[in-house]
């Protein structure tokens, strides 16, 4: 299982997996111009997320990567949200995603798709 990521370490590895590999200078600069950060906080949670093993930077130039695909965060925290707030049941969860929001029948059918070739 893979640990869990908080919302600012979030923040950062979205960037990173959008412009990798990026030095950690550029991602404090993307930081600051998309969500108001100053360099020392980008700092900070890049070296969190190093040394919880997310990230890897590399000299010269600090240059950051991910360790962990996006695709594999996703999962992790699908499976925690269904466990946390669902009790397991995939059932309540569609329900909840789907009572308010109308699809278009292109998303019906590639919903029905995921399900049947799963």
């Known amino acids: ?12 590895m979205e960037i990173l997996w959008d412009n990798e590999p990026v030095s950690a200078k550029q991602l404090s600069l993307i930081a600051a111009q998309k969500i ?7 700092y ?12 890897k930077r590399e000299d010269p130039g600090f240059i ?18 269904l ?10 969860l569609f ?3 789907l ?3 109308k ?3 292109d998303e019906v059918r590639e919903i029905k798709d995921l399900i049947e070739n799963r």
Request: hydrophobic content about 30%; overall charge positive; glycine content about 4%.
């Open 95 to 97: 329900s909840a995603l």
């Open 64 to 81: 950051c990567t991910s360790l962990v695909s996006r695709t594999s965060i996703q999962k992790e925290e699908a499976k925690s949200l």
């Open 1 to 12: 299982m893979i640990q869990k990521l908080y919302d600012s370490e979030n923040k950062i």
């Open 99 to 101: 009572e308010d929001e």
């Open 103 to 105: 699809l278009t029948d």
């Open 83 to 92: 466990s946390k707030v669902f009790n397991g049941s995939r059932k309540a």
């Open 36 to 42: 108001g950060w100053n360099k020392n906080t980008t």
């Open 44 to 55: 900070t949670v890049i070296r969190k997320l190093e040394n919880k093993g997310f990230i």
